[in-house]
C-alpha cells in the first residue's frame, strides 16, 4: 500500500498567485515527520520544510507553509506568491518512528508544477 | 560550510562494468542514506549507513549491490556488473544524529547520474 499518495502529478498556477499541493500519508505510528522537497530540472534535492507529528502549530518557511491535518493524514504544501524558479517537481515525505530511531524516509511520487508567466 | 557532496556527478558506464559511487555527509552528520531515483519516479531508500556499520539495508537490490561507510573517507555506493535497468539518478543524504534535536533531516547531495549503455 501506498504510503505517501500526491494526487497531483502536475499543477500549474499563475505568477504571484498562491498554490497548494497535496499529500496525504498512511502510517499507524504516532510518532513520524513529514518533509517537502524541491526538485528543480538541475535535478538536486531542496529540503523546504518540515512538520512533527506531535508539533502543534503548522509549519512555516518563509514563502513555503504546511497545511497540517492530522486527523485527515494531509499535510499539504502551501506555496505563496508563486516566482517562476519555483517550477520544479515536489516531493511529500514521511520518517516513521521515534527520533532515537533512524531516519528511514519514505518518499510520494511527486508533483510537477509549473508557474506561468 | 560545505553541503552534501557527490561524485561523480555523471557517470556512464557499458554494461558489465562496476559504477562505483562517493558521497562525503555535511560536517558533523555520521549517518548517510542512499535513495535511487528511476526516471519519472519517486525516490526509494536504498540503504542507511552509519560510519562502519550497516544499519538498514532493506531496499538495496539482494545482488551486485553493496555500500559502505568506512571510518576515514566517503561513503561508497558499488554497483557490479551493471545492467540497463541501473540507470538512474542515485542521491545520497546525511543527518545528524542529534537524540531530542530539531528536525533530524536528511539533506541531499546534487546526485550521481548513472547512464549504462
Known amino acids: 500500500a501506498q504510503k505517501i499518495t500526491q494526487t497531483q502529478p502536475g499543477m500549474f498556477v499563475q505568477e504571484k498567485e498562491a498554490v497548494t499541493l497535496d499529500c496525504t500519508y498512511d502510517?499507524?505510528?504516532?510518532?513520524?515527520?513529514l518533509f517537502w522537497y524541491k526538485q528543480p530540472s538541475s535535478g538536486e534535492m531542496i529540503f523546504l520544510i518540515y512538520?512533527?507529528?506531535?508539533?502543534?502549530q503548522n509549519a512555516t518557511e518563509g514563502r513555503y507553509s504546511l497545511n497540517f491535518q492530522k486527523a485527515r493524514k494531509s499535510a499539504n504544501l502551501v506555496i505563496s506568491a508563486s516566482q517562476l524558479g519555483d517550477s520544479a517537481m515536489y516531493f511529500c515525505?514521511?520518517?516513521?518512528?521515534?527520533?532515537?530511531?533512524?531516519?528511514?524516509?519514505?518518499f510520494g511520487p511527486g508533483t510537477s508544477l509549473s508557474v506561468i508567466p | 560550510n560545505a553541503g552534501v557532496m557527490q561524485n561523480p556527478r555523471h557517470l556512464v558506464r557499458r554494461r558489465g562494468q562496476e559504477a562505483r559511487l562517493r558521497c562525503s555527509p555535511m560536517?558533523?552528520?555520521?549517518?548517510v542514506y542512499w535513495y535511487r531515483q528511476l526516471p519519472e519516479e519517486g525516490l526509494k531508500f536504498m540503504v542507511y549507513?552509519?560510519?562502519?556499520?550497516?544499519?538498514?539495508e532493506s531496499g538495496m537490490p539482494k545482488e551486485r549491490f553493496s555500500a559502505e561507510f568506512p571510518k576515514e573517507g566517503p561513503s561508497i555506493l558499488r554497483i557490479q556488473q551493471v545492467v540497463r535497468g541501473d540507470s538512474a539518478a542515485y542521491f545520497c543524504?546525511?543527518?545528524?544524529?542529534?537524540?531530542?534535536?530539531?528536525?533530524?533531516?536528511?539533506?541531499f547531495g546534487p546526485g550521481t547520474r548513472l547512464t549504462v549503455l
Open positions: 549507513l552509519q560510519k562502519e556499520n550497516i544499519i538498514d
Open positions: 543524504a546525511s543527518s545528524p544524529r542529534i537524540a531530542g534535536g530539531s528536525t533530524d533531516t536528511q539533506y
Open positions: 560536517k558533523g552528520h555520521s549517518h
Open positions: 515525505a514521511m520518517r516513521e518512528g521515534r527520533r532515537t530511531s533512524y531516519d528511514k524516509v519514505i
Open positions: 512538520q512533527g507529528s506531535y508539533d502543534q
Open positions: 502510517t499507524s505510528d504516532p510518532s513520524y515527520g
